[in-house]
């Protein structure tokens, strides 16, 4: 992260409704979002090169999270260490993958100040800097 820039975080999920919400509350915790609604968005914004942290859905049109966290990693590594995996329909073999990712995992519906929380540590920033918790309740 460049001094004196706000962070670049990345959101992927193909409930728009999610990215909403998601995106409203973050941007006012003061990071710079971007969305992708789907995997060819988030490999184009993470091209670009100045991704700090990603936001992942597990559930993904045609990939999971974690194979295009594992995809991802492999050109900006950083990223294996900067990442939220966030999820809502999740079975036994999921559960198992997402663990093996090293990653911090939410479970859908989350509070947001869980989410803030876990950004705000990928990107070194203290908790106390958090803004105010507000609970998001994505759609099933």
Do not use: N, W, Y
């Given at each position: 992260?460049a001094t004196?820039?706000?962070?670049?975080?990345?959101?992927?999920?193909?409930?728009l409704?999610?990215l909403?919400a998601?995106d409203?509350a973050?941007?006012?915790?003061?990071v710079?979002?971007s969305?992708?609604?789907?995997?060819?968005?988030?490999?184009?914004i993470?091209?670009g090169g100045?991704v700090d942290?990603?936001?992942?859905?597990y559930r993904?049109?045609?990939?999971r999270g974690?194979?295009?966290?594992?995809e991802?990693?492999?050109?900006?590594?950083?990223?294996?260490?900067?990442?939220?995996?966030?999820?809502?329909?999740i079975?036994?073999?999921g559960i198992?993958?997402?663990v093996?990712?090293?990653?911090?995992?939410?479970l859908?519906p989350?509070p947001m100040?869980?989410?803030?929380?876990?950004?705000?540590?990928?990107?070194?920033r203290?908790?106390?800097?958090l803004?105010?918790?507000v609970?998001?309740?994505?759609?099933?």
């Open positions: 992260m004196g820039v706000l962070p670049h975080l990345l959101l992927v999920d193909d409930d409704a999610v909403r998601l409203r973050l941007t006012q915790f003061g710079r979002v969305v992708a609604a789907d995997p060819a968005t988030a490999r184009s993470v091209a100045d942290a990603l936001v992942l859905d993904l049109p045609g990939t974690d194979q295009l966290l594992e991802l990693s492999r050109s900006h590594p950083e990223l294996r260490h900067r990442t939220v995996l966030i999820t809502g329909d079975s036994p073999e198992d993958r997402l093996a990712t090293g990653c911090p995992v939410l859908k989350f100040g869980e989410l803030k929380t876990c950004v705000g540590d990928l990107l070194g203290k908790r106390a800097e803004s105010e918790i609970t998001v309740t994505p759609a099933a």
